[in-house]
T-cell receptor, first 112, second 114 residues
């Protein structure tokens, strides 16, 4: 079993809908949680990062962390065709040198 | 954040040869990382490159195959040695920054081995 599980999709939604993405993990030592967006043939771009449990909002993006359930989510409101990309969750543990462990990525397609 | 560049952006190589990938950052950073992303897959950490010390390799990656240099705080190279078609991947460098050591990625080097 992988340390971080993420549904590969593809997830197809109409423009303006809410995109809901999530990851589950098994390592309770993870403390830092990040979401990256990767367009085709580009490097990953950091979208959100959070520490421990709770919510964080930035514009159309909301990240949630539930450490008790080992579950993190990313919500994209008012989705746009430009949001079509692969979204990767990543996690790290300071005691392990802050190395990132990535989920497999979810491909999202927002249709106009 | 950080501005990170990689050279080359892509290359097609013959099996048995070696390719050195360069990573340049616009400011000094302590931690640099090298990743591999195989087609349709997520990112796998190859090694952590710290200036002034030997790189730390992850399980399944060895220095003879992926030698790394880190001559200063803004630059690193990764060499893919004695290449085979299985080495065809995107190779990405990243740097750690910020309170949570968030990582910022370069654009990647797309390698095809024939």
């Amino acid at each position: 079993q992988k340390e971080v599980e993420q549904d590969p999709g593809p997830l197809s939604v109409p423009e303006g809908a809410i995109v809901s993405l999530n990851c589950t993990y098994s390592n309770s030592a993870f403390q830092y949680f990040m979401w990256y967006r990767q367009y085709s043939r580009k490097g990953p771009e950091l979208l959100m990062y959070t520490y421990s449990s709770g919510n964080k909002e930035d514009g159309r993006f909301t990240a949630q962390v539930d450490k008790s359930s080992k579950y993190i989510s990313l919500f994209i409101r008012d989705s746009q065709p430009s949001d079509s990309a692969t979204y990767l969750c990543a996690m790290s543990d300071r005691a392990a040198g802050n190395k990132l462990t990535f989920g497999g990525g979810t491909r999202v397609l927002v249709k106009p | 954040s950080a501005v990170i560049s990689q050279k080359p952006s892509r290359d097609i190589c013959q099996r048995g040869t070696s390719l050195t990938i360069q990573c340049q950052v616009d400011s000094q950073v302590t931690m640099m990382f090298w990743y591999r992303q195989q087609p349709g897959q997520s990112l796998t950490l190859i090694a952590t490159a710290n200036q002034g010390s030997e790189a730390t390799y992850e399980s399944g990656f060895v220095i003879d195959k992926f030698p790394i240099s880190r001559p200063n705080l803004t630059f690193s190279t990764l060499t893919v040695s004695n290449m085979s078609p299985e080495d065809s991947s995107i190779y990405l460098c990243s740097v750690g920054r910020g309170q949570y050591n968030e990582q910022f990625f370069g654009p990647g080097t797309r390698l095809t081995v024939l």
